[in-house]
């Protein structure tokens, strides 16, 4: 049933005027009363009038709302006009004939309650403010009874319906609205917790895909980065280990050679000679050949007097008495050697040897045996002037 | 007043219930919540301009939820996932801002 056509709304008016006047009679603005009229708007008790406006009211409605685009509910433009010329007739049935103050529309013939005189002229837009009859929700209707509305006429009807709304009323709007907004806090909720826990939840199929890709590239990447690391390291662990090596053989060979050559102060077993001058002075070649039996023997370490015997060690006569190695020593002769005791002894006793030849000379010489000699006497190795190491 | 305590309601059960979603539904699950409100705000409007209907809003409700999904699921089979959503989503965008500016008219007259 389409009721488009503007005669019609008048028609329905005048038919509303009568049953106005009609149910006006019998006391109105109780809340009894309004809850009767809005439940012949809604349908839920047998009233024809009630039931024919309710039918046009929704059919236009639902015909305005789905032609609409826009929003879910909104309407704009031309239907809006269609759209208050049905609501007129429902708005005054569902308020009891009292807040038709707002109903003055240019494009109606406006709904004066005679009761009521309209405070407020309602007019301009017809999408803002200046809509019909205040029944925002058709079922929720009959709010301010006719006092109150006098008493506010200042306010927009847009406001008042807002107001309106927030009252709680047990109705199927209210009642299904509840059920819809629980269901979107709830999957609101729901939607927020999922993104906040597992950022990827939110992503598409394809975006996945891609990032498993990149997430596998760098995965073998850094995989290849580890093994090359990782031969670096034995790299250089086995030359840290190579080096130490050489450092000790290094240590241990200059130890060997600082005794031998006299760098260092040695100790070990060894035996010590006492030689005296006698009558006669001994001559530096009889001290050499302690030297060179010494040497022969096996001697490590020698030592005169305090001064360390080295492969360049020399005996000279002198005026002053016997030079060793530039240093004017005199009798008594101590002499230190560091080695083979049971060798070296004998080779010094050998006759016609060093210490024959020493007796001979009417000195005396004392060879003892010790477990520990100490030579403490160094020299400092020097630099060879012509030889060179061969290649 | 009442659907306001609804919609308490709903957030409380959700923070409460903590649900798990289910993992088919997840990636439209945003797409319907933003349907859902652009729905809502729709509703309001309508409201403020004195031609809500409950059922008007049931039926908004559900096919905005339905064919945002739709749309979403859609884009996805065809390989346009990531842009159609995209789009749905500055569509439902665009028509929460509009109506938004529509109740702010209401309210405010600004």
Known sequence: MTRNSPSDPQDREEELLDSLSASRESELPTDAAHLQQDETALGLVDDPVGEAQVAAASDAELETTDQDDNAGQGVVGKSDTVLESEQAPRGVATEGGLAGDEVAEPANTPIVVPEEVPAEGVAAGVETSGEPAKSDEQSDGADESSPKASAKAPMSPAKKRLISALRPRATRAQILSALLLGLLGFALVAQLQLSQKDELSGLRQSELVNLLDDVTRRSSELEDETLRLNGLVGELESGTNSQLAAQQAAEENAATQGILSGRLPAEGPGITIGVTEGEKAISASALFNILEELRNAGAEAVEVNGLRMITSSYFTDTDQGVVIDGVVVAAPYQWKAIGDANTMQPALEIPGGAMASIRGNGGEGNISVLDTVEIKSVVEVREPEFARPMD | ?110
Do not use: C, W
Request: overall charge neutral; charged content about 10%; hydrophobic content about 60%.
């Open chain 2, 1 to 110: 007043m009442i659907p306001i305590i609804g919609l308490v309601i709903g957030v409380a059960a959700g923070l409460l219930l903590e649900p798990t979603v289910p993992v088919y539904l997840q990636p439209y699950l945003p797409i319907a919540v933003v349907a859902a409100l652009d729905a809502l705000f729709g509703g309001l409007r309508a409201l403020l301009d004195g031609i809500f209907d409950d059922r008007v809003f049931l039926v908004s409700f559900l096919s905005n939820v339905i064919v945002a999904g739709l749309i979403v699921f859609l884009g996805d089979q065809l390989g346009v996932g990531n842009q159609l959503s995209t789009g749905v989503v500055v569509v439902l965008g665009i028509r929460i801002f509009s109506n938004a500016a529509a109740i702010r008219r209401h309210i405010f007259k600004a």
